[in-house]
């Protein structure tokens, strides 16, 4: 029995120990150098390997750090936000107002059509669309609407936050459907035996219910939107800036340790959130 508990240690352990090897390669020891690169100190010229606490005292002793990560949570609230409105009610219907099989796998990917070209190309098309003279100015000075085109619309938050909304929001639809899809269907039939509105149903048993996809979703989104710099300097023209931004222009000016401290704190601010969000659900239940 002793031997035939060791054999299944030992197979679960070379099953394990691939993955293990790739997390640690690909994952921790990158992190690791990144953090030993934060200790360093750099001139103009050179980069000097010496243990020392100054590009922390440097990022916190900056008005300008405080500035950029409440304006990178001011992007992650604000894009959640709407993500979450259009991911629930598109998951909503698709699972509980479409009952063909078909008809839910067809239009889930109708969805996805978007991500069949680059994030890139798919922002950059928001540009002609909302320019002083694109589509959106055109259509509204031909129907009355206005008289002047609006500045706001382009090189703005709001652009910022539009192309965010467009990029990510499928990350919202998919953990809320796929949680939605696996609620059974006899509770709504049994809450509304019992007397309760389609309002009561959709807070008191779907929303519940859904509660583990919508983390998944949050979680998500908010990583993916505090990490983002390009989609920032692109929209809105360069006048606005993140914690990514910060760092991106760190490695521009090849002041490596200086990024690495910035990055460090982003990805301990990321995880403290995430630790947030873990505390409300549980979501190996999903996993």
């Known amino acids: 029995m002793q031997n035939l508990r060791e054999s299944k240690s030992l197979i679960g352990w070379l099953m394990v120990s691939p993955l293990a090897l790739v997390l640690g390669v690909f994952l921790v020891l990158p992190i690791i150098m990144i953090t030993i690169v934060s200790f360093w100190q750099a001139t103009e010229f050179s980069i000097i390997p010496a243990f020392e606490f100054d590009n922390y005292e ?3 002793g900056s008005p300008v750090t405080y500035t950029v990560f409440l304006n990178t949570f001011k992007y992650a609230i604000i894009t959640w936000v709407f993500t ?58 031909s129907w009355g609407v206005i008289d002047e085109p ?50 009561q149903i959709l807070w008191n048993v779907i929303l519940p219910l859904t509660k583990p996809g919508i983390m998944i979703g949050t979680i998500f989104v908010v990583t993916l939107v505090m990490g983002d710099f390009f989609t920032v300097r692109i929209m809105s023209g360069s006048q606005s800036a993140n914690v990514g931004r910060l760092i991106s222009n760190d490695i521009a000016l090849l002041q490596y340790p200086s990024a690495s401290a910035t990055a460090i704190v982003l990805l301990l601010t990321v995880l403290i959130v995430i630790g947030i969000l873990l505390r409300f659900v549980d979501i190996r239940k999903e996993l």
């Open 150 to 199: 609006l500045e706001w619309l382009l090189f703005s938050d709001f652009s910022v936050v539009l192309a965010f909304v467009h990029l990510y929001t499928l990350f919202m639809v998919v953990p809320i459907f796929n949680t939605m899809m696996r609620i059974d269907k006899s509770l709504i039939e049994a809450a509304r035996d019992g007397g309760a509105n389609g309002a």
């Open 58 to 60: 440097f990022l916190f």
């Open 84 to 141: 979450f409105l259009i991911g629930f009610t598109v998951a909503y219907y698709l699972a509980f107002h479409i009952h063909s099989l078909t008809w839910q796998v067809a239009l889930f990917l109708l969805c996805t059509i978007p991500f069949w070209t680059s994030n890139i190309i798919r922002m950059i098309s928001w540009i002609p669309f909302l320019g002083r003279n694109g589509i959106a100015n055109t259509t509204l000075i």
